[in-house]
């Protein structure tokens, strides 16, 4: 959520009743924010007063902006905000960052803003602001900001600028600050990786795991990279040839790799073992997780980033003493607030990847959003994150708002 000197701004939403002003609605497509009295910018938010299910507990609150900005702040507009696990997790109540809930936008009850990554535009800036101006494009710094809304307020330190947005789209920019930003991290941080070494990891069709296999092959990495069985072999083998397409060396299922003769295929390809598989990266736990270790190398080092089976992630003995391997698990928040500027440079070093066609986007399910959508339809868009296999990432793209 905004901070707190942004108070007065936001709450110029309050009229004397202590009432709301109603949305005028324009009828000109065209316009690119909807005004409503004396100059207010109206705006939408998606927030919750209490922790439970996102289609229990969500709801669209309509609250106005002044045009009196505080000479520190900035007025954005959202282009695109993705829909990540974590942020349904907060929600939910089980994610151990909480935003905090305030009575800043006008809510009967203290609330926070779902979503944590997006891509906004600056609609103005305070008369103090020197490093951004109007029709910037800008990230979050940090997550827990609240971006599933129309338009907010910030202030500088909460705002990475783009330096050249030429030849990118709002949702490369939106969907930037988790995904790759934790695969590039991952594959820096925890082994020294030479051109030629081997990676492993499990999840690799989601949004981390597409983007390790992109850097693995920018950097001359080799990986083997594990995706849950489809349906249908057909479906399997659609899966495996889209990851390889991407630059995977080796695609496997899960009952692949619990079977016996794993070990044998993975001494194939690592030139008769030679080849030591360096990191492993980990998001499900449980039974496949424990198989996955077994292939790391000596003084191999297995990253745990998530736990989607749910279940507890067992550590062999014998592997910890004879192979002396290391586990670490790595959260890309709290690695964010701590490198506030490496972050801005990763993150422009992916874009520009992604500008010269060499980082491809993830797939995704786009779900518009204008003035006048529903506040069910946004609902059910955050759900169905929750279910099974999805052709592509939920990202709300705003429209006419």
């Avoid at 507990?57 to 106005?64: F, G, K, P, Q």
């Avoid at 690592?270 to 080849?275: A, K, V, Y």
Wanted: net charge positive.
């Amino acid at each position: 959520m905004p901070p707190p000197v942004l108070q007065k701004a936001l709450l110029g939403s309050i009229n004397g009743t202590g009432r709301t002003f109603a949305p005028r609605v324009s009828q000109l497509s065209s316009r690119r924010f909807k005004s409503g009295p004396y100059g207010y910018t109206q705006a939408k938010a998606l927030v919750y007063s209490k922790y439970g299910e996102p289609a229990d507990v969500l709801s669209l609150h309509n609250h106005s902006i002044s045009p009196s900005l505080p000479s520190s702040s900035l007025l954005l507009r959202a282009l695109a905000a993705p829909i990540n696990p974590a942020d349904i997790n907060q929600i939910q109540g089980v994610y151990p960052s909480k935003p905090p809930m305030t009575s800043l936008l006008g809510t009967s009850q203290p609330s926070a803003v779902g979503g944590n990554e997006g891509c906004f535009e600056v609609l103005s800036v305070g008369a103090s602001i020197k490093s951004f101006q109007k029709s910037d494009w800008v990230i979050m710094k940090s997550t827990g900001f609240g971006t599933w809304r129309t338009h907010t307020l910030a202030e500088e330190k909460d705002l990475i600028r783009l330096e050249n947005k030429d030849g990118l789209s709002p949702i490369q920019v939106g969907t930037v600050g988790v995904n790759p930003c934790t695969a590039y991290r991952m594959l820096k941080d925890y082994n020294e990786m030479h051109e030629g070494d081997w990676f492993i990891q499990n999840g690799a069709n989601s949004g981390v795991g597409r983007a390790a296999i992109q850097l693995g092959r920018l950097w001359n990495l080799k990986s083997i990279n594990i995706i849950r069985d489809r349906k249908t072999p057909q479906e399997t083998q659609e899966m495996k040839d889209e990851l390889t397409s991407l630059g995977a060396t080796q695609v496997v299922t899960e009952s692949e790799l619990l079977s016996r003769e794993f070990r044998d295929k993975v001494k194939e390809w690592t030139n008769g073992g030679r080849e030591h598989i360096r990191v492993g990266l980990n998001c499900v736990g449980g039974k496949p997780t424990s198989a996955l270790i077994k292939q790391l190398g000596p003084d191999g080092h297995l990253v745990t980033y998530g736990g989607m089976a749910k279940q507890p992630l067992e550590l062999p003995t014998g592997l910890l003493i004879f192979k002396n391997l290391k586990f670490s698990g790595f959260w890309v928040s709290r690695w964010s607030d701590q490198h506030p500027e490496e972050k801005k440079a990763m993150v422009e070093e992916i874009l520009q990847w992604t500008r010269e066609g060499h980082f491809k986007d993830v797939p995704v399910q786009k779900v518009p959003w204008d003035w006048a959508t529903e506040a069910d339809t946004l609902k059910s868009a955050v759900q169905g994150t929750l279910e099974g296999y999805r052709s592509g990432k939920g990202v709300f793209v705003f429209g006419d708002t």
